[in-house]
Protein backbone atom coordinates (compact mmCIF):
# COMPACT_ATOMS: atom_id res chain seq x y z
CA UNK A 1 0.00 0.00 0.00
CA UNK A 2 1.64 3.18 -0.86
CA UNK A 3 1.45 6.09 1.45
CA UNK A 4 1.88 8.93 -1.02
CA UNK A 5 0.48 10.42 -4.32
CA UNK A 6 3.23 11.01 -6.69
CA UNK A 7 3.33 13.02 -9.65
CA UNK A 8 5.94 15.42 -11.53
CA UNK A 9 6.54 18.48 -11.99
CA UNK A 10 6.72 20.74 -15.45
CA UNK A 11 9.85 19.98 -15.42
CA UNK A 12 9.87 16.25 -15.06
CA UNK A 13 10.73 16.01 -11.54
CA UNK A 14 9.06 13.38 -9.66
CA UNK A 15 7.16 15.23 -6.38
CA UNK A 16 4.46 14.02 -3.81
CA UNK A 17 1.29 15.46 -4.76
CA UNK A 18 -0.36 13.94 -1.04
CA UNK A 19 -1.62 11.08 0.53
CA UNK A 20 -2.46 8.34 -1.02
CA UNK A 21 -6.35 7.78 -1.91
CA UNK A 22 -6.09 3.92 -0.38
CA UNK A 23 -5.67 5.39 3.32
CA UNK A 24 -9.17 6.20 3.05
CA UNK A 25 -9.72 2.76 3.75
CA UNK A 26 -7.72 2.62 6.92
CA UNK A 27 -9.00 5.82 7.86
CA UNK A 28 -12.65 4.05 7.90
CA UNK A 29 -11.26 1.05 9.27
CA UNK A 30 -9.16 2.92 12.81
CA UNK A 31 -12.93 4.14 13.18
CA UNK A 32 -14.80 0.67 13.09
CA UNK A 33 -11.80 -0.56 14.96
CA UNK A 34 -12.40 1.62 17.61
CA UNK A 35 -16.03 1.01 17.67
CA UNK A 36 -15.56 -2.96 17.21
CA UNK A 37 -12.91 -2.79 20.50
CA UNK A 38 -15.52 -0.44 22.50
CA UNK A 39 -18.60 -2.52 21.77
CA UNK A 40 -16.77 -5.88 22.93
CA UNK A 41 -15.10 -4.66 26.27
CA UNK A 42 -18.45 -2.50 27.16
CA UNK A 43 -20.40 -5.68 26.25
CA UNK A 44 -17.61 -7.57 28.62
CA UNK A 45 -17.28 -5.31 31.50
CA UNK A 46 -21.65 -5.22 31.33
CA UNK A 47 -21.56 -8.79 31.85
CA UNK A 48 -19.03 -8.85 34.79
CA UNK A 49 -21.33 -6.01 36.18
CA UNK A 50 -24.76 -8.16 35.93
CA UNK B 1 -33.56 26.38 32.13
CA UNK B 2 -32.89 26.68 35.46
CA UNK B 3 -29.51 27.46 36.03
CA UNK B 4 -26.46 27.46 33.97
CA UNK B 5 -23.72 24.92 34.15
CA UNK B 6 -21.56 25.09 37.71
CA UNK B 7 -18.31 27.11 36.26
CA UNK B 8 -19.69 28.65 33.65
CA UNK B 9 -19.00 32.51 34.72
CA UNK B 10 -23.10 33.42 35.22
CA UNK B 11 -21.97 30.59 38.25
CA UNK B 12 -18.92 32.52 39.37
CA UNK B 13 -20.18 35.11 41.48
CA UNK B 14 -22.81 32.46 43.28
CA UNK B 15 -19.89 30.11 43.96
CA UNK B 16 -17.69 33.42 45.23
CA UNK B 17 -20.19 34.20 47.40
CA UNK B 18 -20.46 30.64 49.25
CA UNK B 19 -23.78 29.51 47.48
CA UNK B 20 -24.08 25.69 46.59
CA UNK B 21 -22.53 25.27 43.25
CA UNK B 22 -25.58 23.35 42.13
CA UNK B 23 -28.88 25.76 42.92
CA UNK B 24 -31.70 23.26 43.15
CA UNK B 25 -33.91 22.80 40.00
CA UNK B 26 -33.86 19.99 37.60
CA UNK B 27 -32.33 20.92 34.74
CA UNK B 28 -28.62 22.27 34.40
CA UNK B 29 -27.89 24.38 31.08
CA UNK B 30 -24.39 22.25 29.97
CA UNK B 31 -24.09 24.31 26.73
CA UNK B 32 -25.27 27.06 25.66
CA UNK B 33 -27.21 27.99 22.37
CA UNK B 34 -24.54 29.50 20.92
CA UNK B 35 -22.18 26.64 21.26
CA UNK B 36 -25.11 23.97 20.53
CA UNK B 37 -25.53 26.03 17.14
CA UNK B 38 -21.63 26.64 16.48
CA UNK B 39 -21.36 22.30 17.29
CA UNK B 40 -24.22 21.79 14.36
CA UNK B 41 -23.23 24.25 11.89
CA UNK B 42 -19.82 22.93 12.29
CA UNK B 43 -20.87 19.25 11.85
CA UNK B 44 -22.82 20.49 8.73
CA UNK B 45 -20.06 22.12 7.33
CA UNK B 46 -17.75 19.10 8.04
CA UNK B 47 -20.36 16.74 6.34
CA UNK B 48 -20.13 19.31 3.21
CA UNK B 49 -16.09 19.47 3.46
CA UNK B 50 -15.37 15.59 3.90
CA UNK B 51 -18.47 15.00 0.85
CA UNK B 52 -16.97 17.35 -1.87
CA UNK B 53 -13.78 15.77 -0.97
CA UNK B 54 -14.19 11.84 -0.63
CA UNK B 55 -17.17 11.16 -2.74
CA UNK B 56 -15.28 12.14 -6.26
CA UNK B 57 -12.35 9.85 -4.73
CA UNK B 58 -15.27 6.99 -4.39
CA UNK B 59 -15.97 7.64 -8.05
CA UNK B 60 -19.18 9.79 -7.75
CA UNK B 61 -18.04 12.87 -10.15
CA UNK B 62 -19.12 16.22 -9.60
CA UNK B 63 -18.18 19.57 -10.03
CA UNK B 64 -17.27 19.96 -6.22
CA UNK B 65 -14.62 22.52 -6.14
CA UNK B 66 -16.66 25.68 -5.34
CA UNK B 67 -18.85 23.91 -2.64
CA UNK B 68 -15.79 22.74 -1.13
CA UNK B 69 -13.99 26.26 -0.72
CA UNK B 70 -17.09 27.98 0.66
CA UNK B 71 -17.65 25.39 3.28
CA UNK B 72 -13.72 26.10 3.98
CA UNK B 73 -14.31 29.59 4.61
CA UNK B 74 -17.55 29.14 6.56
CA UNK B 75 -15.40 26.57 9.03
CA UNK B 76 -12.62 28.80 8.99
CA UNK B 77 -14.37 31.61 10.47
CA UNK B 78 -16.16 28.84 12.71
CA UNK B 79 -12.86 27.98 14.06
CA UNK B 80 -12.18 31.65 14.55
CA UNK B 81 -15.34 32.30 16.26
CA UNK B 82 -14.79 29.03 18.72
CA UNK B 83 -11.33 30.24 19.39
CA UNK B 84 -12.36 33.70 20.62
CA UNK B 85 -14.96 32.45 22.53
CA UNK B 86 -13.49 29.59 24.99
CA UNK B 87 -10.77 32.29 25.32
CA UNK B 88 -13.22 35.17 26.36
CA UNK B 89 -16.22 33.04 27.43
CA UNK B 90 -15.31 30.39 28.34
CA UNK B 91 -13.16 28.73 31.11
CA UNK B 92 -10.39 26.96 29.28
CA UNK B 93 -9.38 24.66 32.67
CA UNK B 94 -12.89 22.82 31.63
CA UNK B 95 -11.49 20.99 28.66
CA UNK B 96 -8.04 20.71 29.75
CA UNK B 97 -6.26 17.31 30.47
CA UNK B 98 -5.40 17.61 33.91
CA UNK B 99 -3.26 14.84 35.49
CA UNK B 100 -5.93 13.97 38.13
CA UNK B 101 -8.45 12.94 34.89
CA UNK B 102 -6.40 9.96 34.70
CA UNK B 103 -8.36 9.16 37.98
CA UNK B 104 -10.82 8.02 35.15
CA UNK B 105 -9.45 5.10 34.10
CA UNK B 106 -10.13 3.50 37.53
CA UNK B 107 -13.53 4.95 37.85
CA UNK B 108 -12.60 7.72 40.57
CA UNK B 109 -13.01 10.80 40.71
CA UNK B 110 -15.89 11.34 38.96
CA UNK B 111 -14.78 14.29 35.75
CA UNK B 112 -15.95 17.81 35.88
CA UNK B 113 -17.51 19.27 33.03
CA UNK B 114 -15.67 16.88 30.33
CA UNK B 115 -14.77 13.42 31.03
CA UNK B 116 -10.72 12.20 30.02
CA UNK B 117 -12.90 10.61 26.57
CA UNK B 118 -14.38 13.69 25.43
CA UNK B 119 -11.21 16.21 26.41
CA UNK B 120 -9.13 14.00 24.25
CA UNK B 121 -11.99 13.65 21.54
CA UNK B 122 -11.89 17.92 21.39
CA UNK B 123 -8.09 17.57 21.46
CA UNK B 124 -7.70 15.52 17.99
CA UNK B 125 -10.83 17.50 16.38
CA UNK B 126 -8.23 20.78 17.24
CA UNK B 127 -5.48 19.01 15.35
CA UNK B 128 -7.70 17.51 12.30
CA UNK B 129 -9.53 21.03 11.98
CA UNK B 130 -6.68 23.57 12.64
CA UNK B 131 -4.55 21.78 10.01
CA UNK B 132 -7.51 21.28 7.47
CA UNK B 133 -8.35 25.45 7.98
CA UNK B 134 -4.33 26.57 7.75
CA UNK B 135 -3.60 24.46 4.86
CA UNK B 136 -6.68 24.89 3.16
CA UNK B 137 -6.61 28.88 3.60
CA UNK B 138 -3.16 28.20 1.58
CA UNK B 139 -4.73 25.96 -1.00
CA UNK B 140 -7.24 28.79 -1.62
CA UNK B 141 -4.03 30.39 -3.76
CA UNK B 142 -5.17 27.43 -6.48
CA UNK B 143 -8.52 28.19 -7.09
CA UNK B 144 -10.51 31.00 -8.65
CA UNK B 145 -12.26 32.94 -5.77
CA UNK B 146 -13.94 36.47 -5.45
CA UNK B 147 -11.64 37.74 -3.49
CA UNK B 148 -8.33 36.45 -4.85
CA UNK B 149 -6.87 35.98 -7.82
CA UNK B 150 -5.56 32.48 -8.58
CA UNK B 151 -1.92 32.14 -8.25
CA UNK B 152 -0.62 28.46 -8.43
CA UNK B 153 2.71 29.60 -8.31
CA UNK B 154 2.94 31.05 -4.74
CA UNK B 155 4.74 27.87 -3.22
CA UNK B 156 6.89 25.52 -5.21
CA UNK B 157 6.27 22.03 -6.14
CA UNK B 158 7.92 20.74 -3.23
CA UNK B 159 5.86 23.09 -0.72
CA UNK B 160 2.48 22.27 -2.26
CA UNK B 161 3.45 18.45 -1.83
CA UNK B 162 3.75 19.22 2.07
CA UNK B 163 0.65 21.39 2.04
CA UNK B 164 -1.80 18.34 0.19
CA UNK B 165 -0.09 15.93 2.51
CA UNK B 166 -1.08 17.76 5.61
CA UNK B 167 -4.97 18.79 4.40
CA UNK B 168 -5.26 15.04 3.39
CA UNK B 169 -3.77 13.91 6.50
CA UNK B 170 -6.28 16.40 8.58
CA UNK B 171 -9.12 15.05 5.94
CA UNK B 172 -8.18 10.98 7.02
CA UNK B 173 -8.09 12.04 10.69
CA UNK B 174 -11.19 13.54 10.58
CA UNK B 175 -13.00 10.96 8.86
CA UNK B 176 -11.56 8.17 12.04
CA UNK B 177 -13.38 11.06 14.77
CA UNK B 178 -16.40 11.61 13.00
CA UNK B 179 -16.90 7.76 13.18
CA UNK B 180 -15.85 7.69 16.50
CA UNK B 181 -17.93 10.90 17.78
CA UNK B 182 -21.29 9.53 16.02
CA UNK B 183 -20.83 6.24 17.70
CA UNK B 184 -20.36 7.46 20.89
CA UNK B 185 -23.19 9.89 20.40
CA UNK B 186 -25.77 7.21 19.87
CA UNK B 187 -24.63 4.61 22.84
CA UNK B 188 -27.46 5.09 25.28
CA UNK B 189 -25.48 5.16 28.44
CA UNK B 190 -23.94 9.11 26.85
CA UNK B 191 -27.25 9.51 25.39
CA UNK B 192 -27.30 12.71 28.08
CA UNK B 193 -24.29 14.40 26.12
CA UNK B 194 -26.23 14.02 23.03
CA UNK B 195 -29.55 15.70 24.28
CA UNK B 196 -27.75 18.57 26.09
CA UNK B 197 -26.16 19.26 23.09
CA UNK B 198 -29.58 19.39 21.16
CA UNK B 199 -31.72 20.75 23.98
CA UNK B 200 -29.06 22.06 26.49
CA UNK B 201 -29.81 20.73 29.52
CA UNK B 202 -28.38 18.15 31.80
CA UNK B 203 -31.01 16.73 34.85
CA UNK B 204 -29.42 17.80 38.43
CA UNK B 205 -29.28 13.97 38.86
CA UNK B 206 -27.09 12.95 36.03
CA UNK B 207 -24.70 15.53 37.31
CA UNK B 208 -24.21 14.00 40.03
CA UNK B 209 -23.79 11.09 39.06
CA UNK B 210 -21.36 11.09 36.11
CA UNK B 211 -19.84 14.67 37.21
CA UNK B 212 -18.19 16.36 40.60
CA UNK B 213 -19.96 19.33 39.64
CA UNK B 214 -17.00 21.89 39.69
CA UNK B 215 -16.54 22.22 36.03
CA UNK B 216 -13.20 22.30 36.06
Known amino acids: MDIFRHGHDAWGQHVIDGLSWSLLDVAVGVGLAVIAIHFIFRAFSRKRRN | ?216
Open chain 2, 1 to 216: MSTHYPLDDANLTTRAAGSDVVPPGERIERHAPVDRAFHWVTAFTMFVLLGTSLLPIVGIRFAWVDAHWMAGILLTLLVLFHIVRSLVWQQLRTIWVHSSDLGELSGKPTPGKYTLAQKLMHHAFTVALLTAVVTGVMMLAKVQTPFLTRDPYLFTEKTWGIIHVLHDFATFLSVTLVIIHIYFSLLPEKRMYLRAMVKGWITREELKEHHDGTGS
